[in-house]
Nanobody, 127 residues
Framework: QVQLVESGGGLVQEGGSLKLSCTAS????????MGWFRQAPGKEREFVAA????????YYLDSVKGRFTISRDNAKNTVYLQMNSLKPEDTAVYYC????????????????????WGQGTQVTVSS
């Protein structure tokens, strides 16, 4: 089993920044992918960004490219999501997730591709 714990959410004004963290514990592997998703009220869960734990390859939702950066610290088993130039439409509960089957190639973007999920952290951007 893998446990994922997110932190770093909060309330920020439009144009501000937040940095989310997700720490993994339990059963871990050298080769897997970590992703960030978000879900706004009344909407489906949406892919935001993903990173390969082994080689650091990344992939982003088009609307966050240039504003969000996903990174990882292997020694701390932690993945981060730095969010800059936040907009009201970024308001959602943000979840991190782990895909333990991924090895290399195209990073997974569908919720069904991921095996484990954190509890979520609320991000609210006021206008």
């Amino acid at each position: 089993q893998v446990q994922l714990v997110e932190s770093g959410g909060g309330l920020v004004q439009e144009g501000g920044s937040l940095k989310l963290s997700c720490t993994a514990s339990g059963r871990t592997f050298s080769y897997y992918a970590m992703g960030w998703f978000r879900q706004a009220p009344g909407k489906e869960r949406e892919f935001v960004a993903a990173i390969s734990w082994n080689d650091g390859d990344t992939y982003y939702l088009d609307s966050v490219k240039g504003r969000f950066t996903i990174s990882r610290d292997n020694a701390k088993n932690t993945v981060y999501l730095q969010m800059n130039s936040l907009k009201p439409e970024d308001t959602a509960v943000y979840y991190c997730a782990a895909d333990l089957v991924y090895f290399r190639g195209v990073l997974p973007t569908a919720p069904a591709d991921y095996d484990y999920w954190g509890q979520g952290t609320q991000v609210t951007v006021s206008s």
